[in-house]
């Protein structure tokens, strides 16, 4: 039987937190207390027809690049990617929706999206990402393949937490989960949540930025 691509899976008991979502797992309670709002996962954010607003509107703009498999800081195999500020109305309610879920009122944002598309074959190894280039919130989109994103402590590699990716989800990383663990994609053969194998395909994910601390936010208007 061919796998939908989406993976349902029930709640995980954490001791002394009580029921985590299934779509988090860690290397036990002291990260998933760490990371707790810090690292958020919102499956079946966007509906199918979402989805398919997106990808209509980034695959012509997409298929005039290349996929790359030298990124300049070594960090991702076997991508494409691009920036991108303006977008459909539909497109831009989405992403509005994304800013309101993600980003307090007051904080100024990136106003290009970053939108990076990884190949079947292609995968993102762990790093952390420059302060010079976003700031302390970053907020993706999922689409087309589910995927497994791994968080590690920088500082002890014993902690750590997975996040399940399935297309149509938001993921959200703040604070400590963007400064103190590095964060990676799985590639295919490494794709298991737990005991679940995720089979990974070509994946895109269309992310907002908050700016780089010191950095000015858009005028006024």
């Known amino acids: 039987m061919v796998w939908s691509g989406r993976l349902a899976l029930g709640a995980l008991r954490a001791p002394g937190l009580g029921t985590w979502p299934g779509w988090l797992r860690g290397s036990g309670p002291t990260v998933l207390r760490r990371l707790r709002g810090a690292a958020v996962v919102r499956p ?8 398919e607003t997106l990808k209509q509107e980034l695959e012509p703009e997409l298929r005039r690049r290349r996929y790359e498999y030298d990124h300049w800081d070594a960090a991702i195999h076997g991508f494409r990617e691009t920036e991108k ?3 459909s109305e539909a497109s831009q309610a989405i ?9 307090p ?3 100024a944002q990136l106003p290009m999206v970053h939108v990076l598309d990884l190949h079947q074959n292609g995968y993102i190894k762990p790093h952390v990402d420059s302060i010079k280039f976003c700031g302390g919130i970053i907020a993706g989109l999922s689409l087309l393949s589910p995927s497994v994103m791994r968080l590690v402590d920088t500082q002890d590699p ?3 937490l997975e996040l399940l990716l399935e297309p149509g989800s938001l993921y959200i990383l703040r604070g400590p ?10 590639r295919d053969e490494e794709s298991f949540f737990g005991e679940h194998r995720v089979p ?18 858009p005028p006024s208007k």
Do not use: M
């Open 158 to 160: 014993q902690e750590w």
């Open 177 to 186: 989960a963007r400064y103190d663990f590095s964060h990676q994609i799985l």
């Open 44 to 51: 079946g954010f966007l509906s199918s027809a979402e989805e």
């Open 200 to 217: 990974r395909g070509r994946r895109i994910s269309v992310i907002c930025r908050s700016l780089p601390e010191g950095e000015p936010g």
């Open 85 to 87: 500020s303006h977008w």
């Open 95 to 103: 992403l509005q929706r994304v800013r309101a879920a993600a980003f």
């Open 105 to 107: 009122p007051a904080l």
